[in-house]
């Protein structure tokens, strides 16, 4: 079986070396830089892999059963109308960053290939063109594109289990197959908004905020909050997961809030900065987010009423 990484960002060199770690047939594009082996350090042990291909032209990437896919390394080639190249008919595809937008093309090119969204639990930093910073993390959840789906068909289901469930159960990285990956985003919000609100009104990184009785206990009364809401809309939250990062998190060093900055600028955003782009790629691939359109204003409100008229600056 071919498993193909084609991702120029961090969780792609990342993901590749893991792969390459299970003795797996690794294909791995990440740019036009030339690599034999990529370097990892991490707080799991570091290590080094060498058993991958590496391809600098698209052009000449293989067929692969299982494919890791950054939609905007294809966007960058002009390549989407290709993307049956990349992956077997039936086979699996992974859709990393704004893979939603294009949902509704991909499926027209393969009808028959079960199509995933993959929200990462994991924060790698690409260093070089062949080392890796890994921080913290070690789960990537895969979801289903579709609001009202929860579940594959039994096929597809038994090919995700054997081709990444089980042989990943034991290794740095894991895939866990949830519900749909529009439910996996709120768990995230989940996650992050209370660390994202008081990060901003009381100028404290993430981990000072869990270590903070005051503050922890605010976090919670604000996660339990957006529970609330998600359980009016039927929207499940991931306890387990958000818990385990929690504890993950506490122990990485210092940090804002994943998602949360504008590096740019050194400014906070808003919720509605993340959260309009993510409606507006549902829409685009012309999924139905009712449910979570409704969701999303009265999570508005709570941010709002959380924020008043207050702001601090970011530390630099």
């Not at 985003?185 to 609100?197: D, G, H, V």
């Not at 929207?235 to 809030?257: C, N």
Request: charged share 20%.
């Amino acid at each position: 079986m071919k498993y193909g990484i084609i991702d120029d960002g961090n969780i792609g060199i990342y993901l590749t070396a893991c792969l390459s770690a299970q003795q797996l047939d690794v294909h791995f594009y990440g740019g036009y830089s030339a690599i034999t082996m990529i370097q990892v350090t991490s707080p799991l042990g570091d290590f080094s892999a060498e058993k991958f291909s590496n391809y600098q032209n698209l052009n000449e990437f293989p067929l692969c059963d299982v494919l890791f896919l950054n939609i905007n390394t294809l966007l960058d080639h002009f390549m989407l109308d290709q993307i049956n190249r990349f992956v077997t008919s039936n086979g699996i595809l992974v859709l990393f960053q704004k893979g939603v937008t294009f949902y509704e093309a991909i499926l027209q090119q393969l009808p028959k290939c079960t199509i995933l969204g993959a929200l990462c639990w994991l924060k790698p930093t690409k260093t070089s063109p062949s080392t890796v910073k890994h921080d913290f993390g070690d789960t990537i959840n895969l979801g289903v594109y579709n609001p009202k789906v929860n579940i594959i068909n039994s096929d597809a289901q038994y090919q995700l289990e054997t081709l990444l469930i089980s042989p990943f159960s034991k290794s740095r990285i894991k895939f866990i197959h949830t519900d749909n990956f529009f439910h996996q985003l709120w768990t995230r919000y989940a996650f992050n908004m209370p660390y994202f609100i008081l990060s901003v009104l009381y100028n404290k990184f993430s981990q000072e905020i869990f270590h903070d009785e005051t503050l922890w206990q605010r976090a919670k009364e604000i996660r339990q909050e957006i529970n609330q809401v998600a359980c009016a809309h039927q929207i499940p939250i991931q306890q387990e997961q958000i818990e385990k990062m929690d504890l993950t998190l506490a122990a990485a060093p210092p940090s804002y809030p994943g998602l949360k900055l504008d590096y740019d600028n050194q400014l906070p955003l808003h919720l509605s900065d993340i959260f309009d782009g993510f409606l507006f790629m549902a829409s685009s691939g012309r999924i139905n987010i009712d449910q979570m359109q409704e969701a999303y204003k009265k999570l508005l409100s709570l941010e709002d009423s959380y924020r008043g008229r207050y702001s601090s600056p970011l530390r630099v």
